[in-house]
């Protein structure tokens, strides 16, 4: 047993002995009765202050009870045991250690792992419904092409066919009038 161990047994005693009297140790001893040095416990009083239930005695000095003994050795077990950061173990006593309650991990998993594959099945429902339209609509784009290529051919044929005409026209009209047997005869 160590004089820490001694003290904290002692005070105990002490605090069994009558309701008024508490535990008071120093950093020092409480640093002792927990397992820690004294600057580790004085760096968690200036870090984590405001969740340290100190007592002040009369000289000044940092005093721990029961609850601000307590309260270090949350703090180590969060901290050393657990690997909180000082910010995490901050956290954890500002929402009353709700934050950080094991969940039904199994349950969750399972819950979420449901949620995925109902979002998974919208989606396929909303891509096949999206393929649909999008092949709908080149059909739609495919027919219009397709009509627009044979109005188009449908009228460079007739202008084909209207250039022809008029070639022969121009044709004819330049083609020197043949003239009849006799009407040559009698020109000359």
């Known amino acids: 047993m160590t004089k820490g161990d001694n003290q904290v047994e002692e005070h105990q005693e002490n605090n069994h002995k009558s309701d008024k009297e508490q535990v008071k140790l120093t950093v020092k001893e409480a640093a002792e009765a927990i397992g820690e040095t004294s600057t580790t416990v004085r760096n968690w009083m200036r870090e984590l202050k405001p969740y340290i239930p100190l007592k002040k005695a009369e000289n000044g000095y940092n005093l721990f009870d029961e609850e601000a ?10 901290h050393r045991e657990q690997g909180f ?5 901050k956290t954890y006593f500002d ?10 991990t199994e349950e969750k998993m399972q819950k ?3 949620e995925l594959k109902e979002q998974m099945k919208k989606q396929l429902d909303f891509n096949k419904v999206l393929v649909e339209q999008l092949e709908k609509q080149q059909t739609y784009i495919d027919e219009k092409l397709n ?3 044979r109005k188009l051919m449908e009228h460079i044929r007739e202008q084909q066919e ?3 005409q008029l070639a022969i026209a121009v044709e004819e009209k330049e083609k020197p009038k043949r003239k009849g047997f006799f009407r040559r005869l009698f020109e000359k």
């Open 69 to 78: 003994l307590e309260a270090i050795r949350q703090i180590k077990k969060l």
């Open 85 to 89: 950061s000082i910010n995490q173990v």
């Open 95 to 104: 929402s009353g250690g709700e934050l950080f309650k094991p969940v039904n």
């Open 112 to 114: 979420d792992i449901e």
């Open 147 to 149: 009509e627009r290529d």
């Open 162 to 164: 209207m250039k022809k």
